[in-house]
């Protein structure tokens, strides 16, 4: 999706292993999220951030952490990954106001292999 | 806290006839309303919100959405569904309250299937 990306878009990894997602937003939006998405679950917020270095838990955010050292970059960091993190991860990005063209605007997800 | 349900798994419906993808919600303040839809292996498309204003809101595609603040409901509609429009689709809601924090719920989608 335009003005932000997602990366990796695949990755398969041993459980117990540390794994960092990345999202990379050009529009300067100062809010950032991460989702992941399951069947039955629809999404589920993981981690946000509301500016540079300020970051809150989402409702699942047990095993995972996160960074924001840019305003454009926003990192997803699974400790030790385990087999119910397989999932796909997707990043958003809003100006905060709920108006633009969605208010939130999606990548284009990231799919993560636990084994 | 802040919820959606989206109470079909899946909808079933002939090419031609008309669409309807439920969706109710719970905010503690007034809500912004949103829908998305997934096609197979890509990420989620915007297609129309309610902030505020008209309750009948008309978003790409063909599809509109009736805002009911009595019913807390926001069912997305389409009056002659394609083939095309076989996705899984996703209502969800923010608290327009900021001290609710700038978070969007979603409900656990809906799959909808267009026979021909």
């Known amino acids: 999706d335009a003005g932000i990306t997602q990366s990796p878009r695949h990755k398969v990894t041993e459980t117990g292993t540390p794994v960092t997602l990345r999202c990379h937003q050009t529009e300067n939006h100062r809010y950032m999220y991460w989702y992941r998405q399951d069947p039955g679950h629809g999404l589920r917020l993981i981690h946000y951030s509301y500016g540079v270095k300020d970051t809150d838990k989402g409702e699942v955010s047990d095993g995972y952490s996160v960074s924001r050292s840019k305003t454009e970059d926003f990192l997803l960091t699974l400790e030790s990954a385990t087999s119910s993190q397989t999932s796909v991860y997707f990043c958003a990005i809003s100006d905060g106001t709920g108006g633009g063209l969605g208010g939130y605007t999606f990548g284009s997800g990231t799919r993560l292999t636990v084994v | 806290a802040q919820s959606v349900a989206q109470p079909e798994d899946q909808v079933n419906v002939a090419e031609g006839n008309p669409l309807t993808v439920k969706c109710t919600y719970s905010?503690?303040?007034?809500?912004?309303l949103f829908w998305y839809v997934q096609y197979p292996n890509r990420g989620l498309q915007f297609l129309l919100k309610y902030i505020t204003g008209d309750n009948l809101v008309k978003g790409s595609y063909g599809f509109e959405a009736e805002f009911n603040k009595s019913q807390t409901s926001f069912h997305l509609k389409k009056p002659s569904a394609l083939v095309s429009d076989s996705a899984l689709y996703f209502c969800?809601?923010?608290?327009?309250?900021?001290?609710?924090?700038?978070?969007?719920?979603f409900g656990g989608g809906t799959r909808v299937l267009v026979k021909p």
């Open positions: 969800a809601v923010r608290d327009s309250n900021k001290a609710a924090g700038n978070k969007l719920t």
């Open positions: 905010v503690s303040g007034n809500p912004y």
